[in-house]
């Protein structure tokens, strides 16, 4: 690649002869957008992760777009135009399943000042310095320094093919370091806590360092994610191990204390050497979802989420047996209440993802009972694969010769059943001489 060189915080201009991008590997559908911004008289660069991409040689995941129009100006410009976000107002430009993301460039806000004498609807920033409201328009210039990270802050210019940098963000691309933008990165973070997931999963994902300023306040300021909304963090949560790189920004995550707060039943749990039941699963499960992202294999968050939180499960529901003297079934009944909802309180997963949780968890007594079902009907259940590969987990990480012996047995049924059309997974040789007597609905771990 080659890249003229660029001053940190100077504006430097590559021409199209001294950079890597070409109009062939951009979306027909951003260069509509671009074109016809740039026909009607408005400034329009892509911008962002795209451009980014594009540098590294990695084919982008979408297209985004920067101009100096403002939204109703688009809206009125694009028929297929839709007016989204409260905080700072965007413009979708949908061409069937693809949306091109249009912003206008942000300008300055006056911070702090902006509050005084105003009521609380009408506040700019929260008391910890989160922007409540961004709709403040500005120059190309002012848009870059708004921006997060540097890498993030590249512009290419489609009226001649030329490459914007006003942060220094071609130098740290070049050196593999992820560096918030501004001299305060610990204003940057209370403007948008979400800004410290973003700078772990972009470290995690283009494998970059994070740089000393960027990364020493997360530690601090980790507790700033209780003020994000839980549906806000649960997209990020799928965005941090739903794309690939999961394993390293698990380890990230953990490393600036991010994760207990996505997670707090499960951070409870983890120990200094990293070799309980509950870390080898998560290690595990993640793992295997990168593997199968990679090879374009879809990946389901239900499984995700019920694997991880499996162990945090039958640790509640032991608690709850010998507190109120439950039986199995109805300690386990209730654990999967308190479980998910605890965790909806930080990750708020859709109704629908927590439906196929629970079927996941009831499916493991299923399996158990062997002897007690109909296997034609167990097998044909909607969640029965999911829950397959979860018994196989538990039985790798537990090395329980029940449970090896269970997911061997069950492996043996679906291949006899002459109606199924599941794919067997990869499964640990299993001493068939093993007797498997009656699992036990929820195992007494002292220490998971």
Not at 99 to 112: A, D, K, P
Not at 195 to 206: D, E, I, N, S, T
Not at 267 to 280: F, K, R, V
Not at 319 to 344: G, P, R, W
Request: proline residues 4%; positive net charge.
């Amino acid at each position: 690649m080659s890249i003229t060189s660029a001053k940190r915080h100077t504006f430097t201009i590559i021409p199209r002869n001294q950079h890597p991008i070409s109009r062939k590997k951009i979306s027909e559908n951003a260069l509509k957008v671009l074109y016809r911004l740039n026909k009607a008289g408005y400034e329009a660069y892509l911008v962002g992760g795209g451009v980014r991409d594009l540098l590294l040689g990695k084919t982008p995941k979408d297209f985004d777009v920067t101009t100096n129009a403002t939204p109703e100006q688009m809206r009125k410009l694009f028929r297929n135009c839709r007016l989204v976000g409260r905080r700072f107002r965007l413009a979708h430009i949908i061409f069937g399943p693809e949306i091109i993301e249009v912003s206008t460039f942000r300008g300055h806000y006056q911070g702090l000042e902006a509050n005084k004498n105003k009521v609380e609807s009408d506040l700019i920033t929260s008391h910890d310095g989160m922007l409540l409201r961004d709709n403040n328009f500005g120059s190309i210039e002012e848009d870059a320094q708004r921006r997060d990270y540097s890498v993030n802050s590249l512009y290419y210019n489609i009226s001649d093919c030329t490459l914007h940098d006003y942060t220094g963000g071609l130098k740290d691309l070049q050196e593999g370091t992820i560096r918030l933008i501004g001299e305060e990165p610990e204003k940057r973070y209370r403007e948008d806590p979400v800004r410290m997931l973003r700078a772990v999963r972009f470290a995690a994902k283009l494998n970059m360092t994070l740089s000393k300023k960027t990364a020493e306040p997360l530690s601090r300021l980790a507790a700033l994610l209780k003020n994000i909304p839980p549906v806000r963090l649960f997209k990020e949560a799928l965005k941090l191990l739903q794309v690939g790189y999961a394993t390293a920004t698990y380890r990230l995550l953990c490393k600036y204390h991010l994760f207990q707060h996505l997670f707090p039943l499960i951070s409870c749990h983890l120990t200094e050497d990293g070799n309980s039941y509950i870390e080898q699963m998560i290690n595990r499960v993640l793992y295997n979802t990168d593997q199968l992202l990679r090879n374009d294999t879809q990946v389901n968050p239900a499984f995700l989420f019920a694997s991880m939180l499996w162990y945090p499960l039958l640790l509640h529901a032991n608690t709850l047996m010998k507190k109120k003297h439950l039986s199995y079934f109805d300690a386990f009944s209730l654990a999967i209440n308190d479980v998910l909802q605890e965790q909806c309180r930080t990750l708020a997963i859709p109704k629908k993802i927590t439906n196929l949780i629970r079927e996941m968890w009831y499916f493991q007594t299923r399996l158990s009972h062997r002897h007690n079902v109909c296997i034609h009907t167990v097998i044909e259940g909607t969640e029965f694969h999911s829950a397959y590969n979860l018994l196989i987990l538990r039985a790798e990480i537990e090395n329980n010769s029940e449970l090896l012996v269970l997911s061997h047995w069950w492996k043996k049924r679906i291949l006899i059943d002459p109606s199924n059309k599941i794919t067997i997974p990869t499964i640990l040789n299993c001493n068939e001489d093993l007797i498997c007597s009656h699992s036990r609905l929820i195992p007494h771990y002292d220490s998971i």
